[in-house]
């Protein structure tokens, strides 16, 4: 019986997966998830904003080949983002095949997570990756915001604009 919970233990460990906080700050992040075997996953994605959060961008894309290569999302909240405070900032179910892309910018706090359900359901039978069951691209990038000096440029740029349109109509 010890090792029938062990091994449940076990099982349950693998079957999710944690990753390290990631500075958006620094650039964007990319990462092309592989699942070999058909149990239900959960990954977390952990990020950092800046220090009051800002405008990101997310891009999440299931690679689906025929029944060879599938995952069965979560019908509920396949794709979640949980900020800081562990509250639901956005939440959203299956789709067949996923493709969740936001061209607009999405507010988070300074950290907030990204949470993948689903259990890959492909029958490994791939002719370029031999096993592969299930695999999805996960993109983020904070979306950068101008620093007073650029906009003073912007508006120093447009008001010599201005004067020398103003000049030429009294030539």
Known sequence: MKKLLLAAALGLGLATQA????????????FDAKKFTNNP?????????????GQVSFSLIEVKLANHVD?????SAAFSIIGDDGSVLF??????????????SFSVPASFSIVLKG???GNGMSPWNEGLKGSYSLSVIANPV???ETYALMVAGLGVVGYMSRRRRQR
Do not use: K, N, R
């Open 41 to 53: 996953f959960t990954d977390t994605y952990e990020f950092t904003a800046g220090e009051a959060g």
């Open 19 to 30: 990753f390290a906080a990631v500075d958006l700050s620094t650039g964007p992040y990319d």
């Open 146 to 148: 101008p620093e007073p």
């Open 119 to 121: 259990a890959a359901i």
């Open 71 to 75: 995952i069965d999302w979560d019908d």
């Open 91 to 104: 939440q959203a179910g299956e789709t067949t095949p996923i493709h969740y892309t936001f061209g607009d």
